[in-house]
Nanobody
Framework: QVHLVESGGGLVQPGGSLRLSCVAS????????MGWYRQAPGKQRALVAS???????NYADSVKGRFTISRDSNKNTVHLQMNSLKPEDTAAYYC??????????WGEGTQVTVSS
């Protein structure tokens, strides 16, 4: 069974930074795509950023230039460096990983709150 576990969420002031991490276990294969989604109260879950094995990245327009997604050399660990955080970045952040079969797995989420 594949499990994804996020860490690194918390409370930060506007303009501050946080680094989220996610480790996937339960698969011997590299996940071709990993990413981060977020969901704020009353809103739909939306893609924040994704990265593939070639380290090609994709970002939501709202985070371009502020967030950076990366993955470790062991390939099933992904990070999200979030800088210049804004109150509108407040949300639950979810890690995802997709296997070669096309099946996507989700972590349980980590809360990010940006407030003074």
């Amino acid at each position: 069974q594949v499990h994804l576990v996020e860490s690194g969420g918390g409370l930060v002031q506007p303009g501050g930074s946080l680094r989220l991490s996610c480790v996937a276990s339960g698969t011997a294969n590299s996940m071709p795509t990993m990413g981060w989604y977020r969901q704020a109260p009353g809103k739909q879950r939306a893609l924040v950023a994704s990265i593939d094995l070639a380290r090609s990245t994709n970002y939501a327009d709202s985070v371009k230039g502020r967030f950076t997604i990366s993955r470790d050399s062991n390939k099933n660990t992904v990070h999200l460096q979030m800088n210049s955080l804004k109150p509108e970045d407040t949300a639950a952040y979810y890690c995802t990983g997709t296997l070669w079969t096309g099946q996507t797995y989700w972590g349980e989420g980590t809360q990010v709150t940006v407030s003074s």
